[in-house]
């Protein structure tokens, strides 16, 4: 069993920045991919991006290269996603999983968090 906890969601200003944290625990956690997922009102659940605690990655979707950075603490068994020059189109609640491999399908990550909820009001 993995567990993820993830904080630093809230409200920001189109144009500004936010970091989220997933705090991973359980077993053998460092064999497993660490991956961002969001999902806005209506739509699916998006891949944002995907690190892997022995050093592949990281990977980004299109929509969030350039302005996406993850990054990880193996100290604190933390992954890190900053996010900055946010937009409206970034209003989502985002998630932290883990799987075995690197995947972009929300299906192949066996372990979520509760997700949080990040809102960019322009």
């Known amino acids: 069993q993995v567990q993820l906890v993830e904080s630093g969601g809230g409200l920001v200003q189109a144009g500004g920045s936010l970091r989220l944290s997933c705090a991973a625990s359980?077993?053998?956690?460092?064999?497993?991919?660490m991956g961002w997922f969001r999902q806005a009102p209506g739509k699916e659940r998006e891949f944002v991006a995907s690190?892997?605690?022995?050093?592949?990655?990281?990977n980004y979707a299109n929509s969030v290269k350039g302005r996406f950075a993850l990054y990880r603490n193996d100290a604190k068994s933390t992954v890190y996603l900053q996010m900055y020059s946010l937009n409206p189109a970034d209003t989502a609640v985002y998630y932290c999983?883990?799987?075995?491999?690197?995947?972009?399908?929300?299906?192949?990550?066996?372990?979520w968090g509760q997700g949080t909820q990040v809102t960019v009001i322009s």
């Open positions: 359980g077993d053998n956690v460092r064999s497993y991919v």
């Open positions: 690190i892997s605690w022995s050093g592949g990655g990281p």
């Open positions: 999983a883990a799987a075995s491999a690197f995947s972009v399908v929300p299906q192949a990550y066996a372990y």
